[in-house]
């Protein structure tokens, strides 16, 4: 790979989950954003059974069954083919997610857009990180709900990512109608709408908010498996560890009831459940 190449780093671009949606004036908007450094994965994968030669010799060589020139030279020889692993460090005290911007359709040209976008969540939750063959990376902006420098119509959107100085990566499209009008009634005491506004809530930190979604959800459906999680989620984030924990236990009965004949236990409410418990204990 010559260093004037381009960098092969998949950009995952979405907003609420999907490519192409259409979100009303009071419904939360979440752009999330995926990295990965194929280069580095690309040369990992064709050097890792190079690596396992070199770990063979190393064997005989400490085996005594080579000699050191002998060893030397064969090393050598795999080292030179193997292919070098593209590591890209991006960030600053601002954190890696300041380097992230999004760009829509305006005519023919890409124009940056002064969004009021508000960071929610981001992996690896460092300030610099090292975009290698093992680490990915995620980050999501919320747009809240009802913001009055919210934008209108319809937009074609890319997250634009700077990951060194006149280097940029671009992600896929994402389509976007902003409708003007609130949600229909009708739908706004649903559970799909309120999970929503609660989660995006509970990533805002709002965890009183969240809840009431999450307990209007509850009311009308106590054996909502998603409520019932997200509702330890808050209980977590508010450092209520006993309430967590009696709603991530009461989201496992549920799923074992639910979903009697599953095959693989709910691995990640039992995750949940076992971290709980442990940071009660110390």
């Not at 795999?78 to 692993?85: A, D, Q």
């Not at 990376?137 to 700077?162: M, N, W």
């Not at 009708?186 to 309120?194: D, H, I, R």
Request: glycine share 4%; proline share 6%.
């Amino acid at each position: 790979m010559g260093s004037n190449e381009p960098p092969q780093i998949d950009v995952l671009c979405r907003a609420n989950e999907e490519t192409s949606i259409t979100v009303y004036d009071d419904e939360p908007l979440i752009f999330s954003v995926a990295m990965v450094n194929d280069d580095a994965a690309t040369a990992a994968s064709y050097n890792t059974p190079l690596e396992d030669q070199i770990r063979e010799i190393e064997r005989k060589f400490k085996a005594e069954q080579m000699e050191e020139k002998e060893f030397k030279r064969a090393v050598e020889e795999i080292e030179r083919n193997m292919l070098k692993v593209r590591v890209y460090r991006f960030g600053s005290p601002l954190g890696w997610p300041h380097y992230i911007k999004f760009q829509a359709l305006s005519g023919d040209t890409w124009r940056y857009v002064n969004w009021p976008l508000k960071l929610l969540i981001y992996h690896p939750a460092t300030q610099v990180v090292d975009l290698d063959a093992s680490t990915s990376c995620y980050v999501e902006f919320g747009l809240d709900p009802e913001d009055p420098q919210r934008p209108k119509d319809e937009f074609q959107v890319k997250a634009v990512v700077e990951i060194a100085k006149d280097i940029t990566v671009e992600s896929d499209v994402v389509t976007i109608n902003f409708l003007q009008q609130k949600m229909p009634k009708a739908e706004t005491s649903k559970e799909g709408f309120l999970l929503a506004k609660g989660e995006y809530a509970y990533k805002r930190g709002l965890y009183e908010d969240a809840k009431e979604y999450t307990q209007r959800v509850l009311k009308a459906n106590p054996h909502s498996l998603l409520a019932l999680n997200l509702l330890g989620e808050i209980e977590e984030g508010k450092k209520d560890l006993s309430a967590a924990l009696s709603a991530y236990e009461k989201a496992l009965e549920e799923a074992y009831e639910q979903y009697p004949d599953r095959r693989e236990p709910p691995r990640a409410l039992l995750n949940k459940i076992r971290r709980i418990r442990a940071m009660m204990q110390e």
